[in-house]
């Protein structure tokens, strides 16, 4: 099925998607309308266009493409499906999700992945393709985020205060030195095979949907980010 949201309100259009039997759903035209896709466990909708804030909000298994640039908190929440984005993202991208994954080809703002958390089966994974603004994982609590700096220029892929407030997760940078400002109660190691292990899984989906080279991205350095088990987080707000 195929919608044009020109000139189309928000409502509307979210009424539309979930009123239609269709399973696949192709967005023509969106210009900026919120809170697309959100709470959705079973379509898959293509976006041609700029989705406003909140896509996916709440997602549940759906799978959403976005023909290039999302605005800001996708994926706001989400608990199970797949967002990708074929440009880039605004700030607070992955908010406090907890299931799912989201793949950006570019780069995001500021405070992507805040507030991730994993629960069991549950594991929230974003993975961005180019740089992410400060305060990347900021209070993260699970999850995976990955920031791989392609086509980016910069020697560090990430802004100011990366991990601050992190206390469970990893976050993985490919890049050729570390951020010069990582809070203490984040431990920072080059990352082993064993490491990449764990993320070729998602490196190969990435390489997939947006047609990138895995021998570029897997032949250079990454570094892990875990939280510092000897000066945890937690210290800073209870009394020991």
């Known amino acids: 099925m195929k919608i044009d949201a020109a000139n189309m309100h928000f409502q509307t259009l979210n009424e539309k998607i979930r009123g239609t039997r269709a399973g696949n759903v192709v967005i023509e035209n969106c210009i900026g309308q919120r809170y697309i896709a959100s709470g959705l466990a079973k379509k898959k909708i293509r976006i041609l266009g700029t989705p406003g804030n909140a896509l996916g909000a709440y997602l549940n298994g759906a799978q959403v493409t976005v023909e290039g640039n999302a605005q800001d908190a996708v994926g706001d929440t989400m608990n199970d499906g797949t ?12 908010y406090a999700m907890r299931g799912g994954k989201i793949f950006v080809k570019g780069s995001t703002g500021y405070r992507a992945g805040i ?23 900021e209070y993260q609590a699970g999850g995976v985020i990955i920031v791989l700096g392609l086509n980016t220029t910069s020697k560090i892929p990430v802004g100011y205060f990366c991990g601050t407030g992190m206390h469970g997760g990893k976050i ?15 431990a920072a190691k080059k990352a082993a095979p064993e490491d990449l292990k764990e993320i070729e899984e998602y490196i190969d989906e990435f390489c997939q949907e947006f047609e990138a080279s895995k021998a570029e991205i897997m032949t250079h350095n990454f570094y892990v980010l875990t939280p510092n088990t000897k000066n945890p987080y937690k210290q800073l707000y209870t009394h020991n």
Do not use: N, T, W
């Not at 993985?172 to 984040?186: A, G, I, M, N």
């Open 115 to 137: 507030h991730m958390k994993a629960y069991k089966e549950k594991l929230p994974v974003l993975v961005i393709g180019g740089h992410a603004g400060s305060f990347l994982g």
């Open 83 to 94: 967002i990708y984005i074929h440009g880039s993202s605004g700030d607070a991208i992955g």
């Open 172 to 186: 993985y940078l490919r890049c050729d030195e570390l951020p010069h400002d990582l809070p203490s109660q984040v």
